[in-house]
């Protein structure tokens, strides 16, 4: 299923991302220039976009350990 009109082979898995089954995420840029991030586990879900301004806050946010 494609998720954004995206093909499925065009998305990347996080490398925090284990074989365990854990939480998974998937990314993967828009043609319009957003980042897609979709769910590894459950790609019926479809995925959330941002501008990559704000995936870049979020993303800094993360390995910072403010959120």
Request: hydrophobic letters at 35%; a negative charge.
């Amino acid at each position: 299923m494609a998720r954004y009109g995206l093909p499925d082979s065009a998305w990347a898995k996080s490398s925090y991302s284990g074989d365990n089954g854990g939480t998974c995420i998937e990314t993967q840029s828009t043609p319009d220039g957003l980042v897609a991030v979709g769910d590894s586990k459950d790609r019926t879900l479809g995925a959330h976009t941002f501008v990559p301004a704000e995936w870049q806050t979020f993303v800094t946010a993360v390995r910072d350990g403010s959120l």
